[in-house]
Structures are given as C-alpha cells and as structure tokens.
C-alpha cells in the first residue's frame, strides 16, 4: 500500500516575519519535515523545462505587444519549476514547508510588474492558481506588528532593497505585499482546498513560535 503524499505547507509574510527561522526551526526538531524548498537554487534541469513550458505564453505575450520582462519572466519560470520539484518530492516527505512559493511568487509580480492594476498574463496567472490549487494543501500566514518588521530587516544581515528606508516607506512596502499575498491565497483558496492559517511572530520567544507552528503542522498532517 502506498503513503499518502506530503502535506505541503507554505509559510507566507512580509520581509522581517520570520518564515526562514520558523521553518528551520520545525525541521530541526522533525526529521519527518522537509524545509527549504523555494523558489531559489532549483535545479537547472527544472528551470530549463519550465522555461520551454513558457514558450507559448511568451510568443503570445510578444504578438499582443505587452513582452515579458526580464524579472517577470524569471519568476515566471522558477515557479514552474518549484512545482515539480515539489511534485517529486512529495512522494518522500511528511511535510513539505515552503518558505518563497507559489503565493510569494504571484504576489512578487503583482507588486513588481502589475500594469495598470492588472495582473499580467491573465491566462499564464489562471492556469498556474489551478495548478497550485491542486498541490497547496496550507498557507500560514506570518507577520508581526509593523515596527518589529522593521526593525528586523535593519538589524540583520541579510541585505534588503527596502533596508535603509524610513520606517514609513518600509510600512508602504509591507502593507502592499499583504494585500497582494490576501488576492493570491484567495485565488487559490476559490479553485483548491487549501486551508489557511496564521501565526504572529511578536507576540513570544521564537521556540514558542516554532512550537506553535509544529501544533498547527501536527493538526493538519493528521487531518490529511
């Protein structure tokens, strides 16, 4: 008899929330986890068949005269790619969190290269929710109060475009990749089963946070 999949599991927040700690945390306390999956670093033979699945919606793109740019298209093809990945390691995992994943990603190019409030390409957007949607078994969404955020991209060492700002344009900056994280889980929440949840970072120790993210994994992982 075959094992169920994993239970995948992507952690979601503004820069500053925490999501890398937390999920570095419950896999260092649970072998059965699997951490570390993103966006970043996937294989090049993912990436190049991810790239070649982009061909059509590149061309179309290209003859309405609205081309993908650069960064949007890399996102574009990381992502395919990510979903396979996660697809083959679904078969060897209990769970599987994701730190920068299918919600981070359509967020990313909404609040990077939406045109004219619309985000783009509609029918490449449609197809890759539905895709997800099928995948994503749960979204906890990670934050903490404005301040804290704020304070944790300036203190540590990993660099951030947003680093050096005042704290009210490092507030714009946050509250505009939660609305765009709000549309992205709710597309995906219309056409999936995906079960949402949250957690806030500010509020305890980070074990604290790490257990309460355990009991929430736990719950679903038995409900699964």
Excluded: Y
């Excluded at 999956?37 to 061309?59: K, M, N």
């Excluded at 996102?75 to 769970?95: F, K, N, Y």
């Excluded at 120790?205 to 038995?222: G, S, W």
């Amino acid at each position: 008899m075959s094992r169920e999949r994993a239970v995948v599991v992507e952690l979601v927040g503004p820069a500053g929330a925490g999501k890398t700690t937390l999920a570095r945390g419950v896999t260092a306390a649970d072998s059965t986890v699997r951490s570390g999956l993103s966006l970043w670093g996937l294989p090049r033979h993912r990436l190049v068949r991810s790239a070649v699945a982009l061909l059509p919606t590149i061309l179309g793109a290209s003859i309405r005269r609205t081309p993908l740019r650069a960064g949007e298209l890399a996102q574009m093809i990381r992502l395919g790619a990510l979903r396979h990945e996660v697809e083959d390691e679904a078969a060897r995992h209990r769970v599987i969190i994701l730190d920068e994943g299918p919600v981070f990603a359509l967020s990313w190019l909404e609040v990077f290269f939406s045109r004219n409030g619309d985000r783009v390409p509609a029918s490449w957007r449609r197809r890759v929710v539905a895709e997800w949607a099928t995948l994503l078994d749960v979204v906890v969404f990670i934050d903490a109060c404005d301040i804290t955020l704020a304070n944790r991209i300036r203190t540590r060492e990993k660099p951030h475009m947003v680093k050096g700002l005042p704290d009210e344009e490092i507030f714009g900056f946050s509250a505009g990749f939660r609305r765009a994280f709000e549309r992205a889980i709710g597309e995906l929440a219309q056409v999936g089963h995906i079960v949402v949840d949250s957690l806030k970072t500010d509020t305890g120790p980070v074990d604290d946070n790490t257990a309460q993210l355990m009991a929430k994994l736990q719950q679903r992982r038995n409900g699964h």
